[in-house]
């Protein structure tokens, strides 16, 4: 497996915001956002650590963090990801996070309910919303999380759009993140408040502000 970086700190997002977590990041993506913040874990000169499935979990234990978070790139483009998971689902204090990008499918990692899902829907400023998968949408569980990353009103829009269709407040959790530097939080603010999205959250990325937004194993 392609491991670009291995590290300790705490999660910056997600329902376990603000927590200890051990963070795996993979080399390597199948979309090229155009906010990306790891942007450098995709460059096809990135250098990376191969390691074996075995070798991430005995790393992982060491840390003794409950909390883990395999990321990217994209993570799920591993080929040898089904056997880490299962090593991982034996280990039964841990709770194992997968921050996917939306357009994998995600029917084949569930591993019998051990892992949770969270699922970004890239929106229009991302330049790679025709790569959804939004049959993943009905793989998804309470404890999952669909995020959207929301650059402009006509994000939030589309947002507002795809949370309705599809139901998603009343299957998972939902979350709007901005993007950094791009739309100002006060702004989605404005448009939950408008449109009433009940049970949707703002969330800003604490480690952009406790560290320089582009500094890595944070």
């Not at 929106?123 to 049959?135: A, D, I, V």
Request: hydrophobic letters at 35%; aromatic letters at 8%; a negative charge.
């Amino acid at each position: 497996m392609k491991v670009v970086e291995k590290f300790v700190s705490i999660n910056g997002e997600g329902t376990h915001a603000g927590e200890l977590a051990v963070f795996v990041r993979f080399r390597g993506c199948n979309l090229n956002c155009s906010y990306c913040d790891t942007m450098w874990a995709n460059e096809p000169g990135c250098p990376y650590a191969e390691e074996s499935p075995e070798q991430i979990v005995s790393y992982i234990e060491e840390t003794k963090v409950k909390n883990v978070t395999l990321t990217g790139g994209e993570p799920l483009l591993q080929k040898e990801m089904p056997e880490l998971l299962r090593l991982l689902s034996e280990k039964k204090e841990l709770r194992v996070e997968i921050e996917t990008n939306g357009a994998v499918d995600l029917s084949g990692f569930r591993n019998g309910g051990g892992c949770v899902f969270t699922m970004d829907y890239k929106l229009p400023s991302s330049g790679c919303e025709n790569g959804m998968r939004t049959e993943n949408f009905s793989i998804l569980e309470k404890k999952d999380t669909v995020k959207f990353v929301v650059g402009s009103r006509v994000d939030l829009e589309r947002a507002d759009q795809i949370i309705q269709e599809y139901g998603l407040i009343d299957r998972c959790h939902v979350y709007f993140s901005p993007v950094f530097g791009k739309i100002e939080p006060e702004q989605i603010v404005n448009y939950m408040v408008e449109h009433r999205l009940n049970g949707v959250r703002i969330q800003i990325q604490i480690h952009k502000v406790i560290w320089d937004p582009n500094r890595r194993g944070v």
